[in-house]
């Protein structure tokens, strides 16, 4: 199993421009994640799917749109790159019994 | 929302000594605290984690406290080793379906040789 995979691992994009952040899993999981990190401040829920086809905010949703339309896939899409939006992405995923969260390995999003 | 506080933000010791490490948590709803741990450049990983009906959960050298009183959790690192080094991330959910983390801010460790 690949568990948890992001691309890509590095971006910089210009201000305005917009791109989506591809996540997938393989572990069958029915939740998804997407988090922020930004230095010293941890890591912060922008959106999350507790299934195909039904997505919620999380408390950082601004900016960004996600959609669920497998399983597997959980992309990101980020509208008109500001550069607050410079920082760390985590996907995760994990399942109904052990809550454990399986991160993806970041991807690093630099908006100039 | 849930707000999770961790202290210290920073933190220093021996190899072999102890390490603690802070959280305090606002929402009483909540009922699940993990323990993450992020090697430099790398992804978080769950090292531990207690649910809110057990008071301290041990796996070898680490261990977590829950005082839902006081509405604040402990980690406790024993006999600390070089590879211990990294940022540890409390965090709380009121888990019911999705696991929604609210995480601290961090606590970075460095065990000196």
């Known amino acids: 199993n690949a568990g948890v995979t992001q691309t890509p691992k590095f971006r910089i994009l210009k201000i305005g421009q917009s791109m989506t952040l591809q996540c997938a899993q393989d572990?069958?999981?029915?939740?998804m994640y997407w988090y922020r990190q930004d230095p010293g401040m941890g890591l912060k829920l922008i959106y999350y799917?507790?299934?195909?086809?039904?997505?919620d905010k999380g408390e950082v949703p601004n900016g960004y749109n996600v959609s669920r339309s497998t399983t597997e896939d959980f992309p990101l899409r980020l509208e008109l790159a500001a550069p607050s939006q410079t920082s760390v992405y985590f996907c995760a995923s994990s399942d109904a019994f052990t809550g454990e969260l399986f991160f993806g390995e970041g991807s690093r999003l630099t908006v100039l | 929302g849930e707000n999770v506080e961790q202290h210290p933000s920073t933190l220093s010791v021996q190899e072999g000594d102890s390490a603690v490490i802070k959280c305090t948590y606002s929402?009483?709803?909540?009922?699940?605290f993990p323990w993450y741990k992020q090697e430099l450049g790398k992804r978080p990983q769950l090292i531990i984690d207690?649910?809110?009906?057990?008071g301290e959960k041990k796996d070898q050298r680490i261990a977590v406290t829950l005082n839902k009183t006081a509405k604040h959790f402990s980690l406790h690192i024993t006999e600390t080793q070089p590879e211990d080094s990294a940022v540890y991330f409390c965090?709380?959910?009121?888990?019911?379906?999705?696991?929604?983390?609210?995480f601290g801010t961090g606590t970075r460790l460095t065990v000196i040789p």
């Open positions: 965090a709380a959910s009121s888990w019911t379906g999705a696991n929604n983390l609210f």
């Open positions: 929402d009483s709803a909540s009922n699940y």
């Open positions: 207690i649910r809110s009906n057990v």
């Open positions: 572990m069958n999981h029915n939740y």
């Open positions: 799917s507790v299934g195909a086809g039904i997505t």
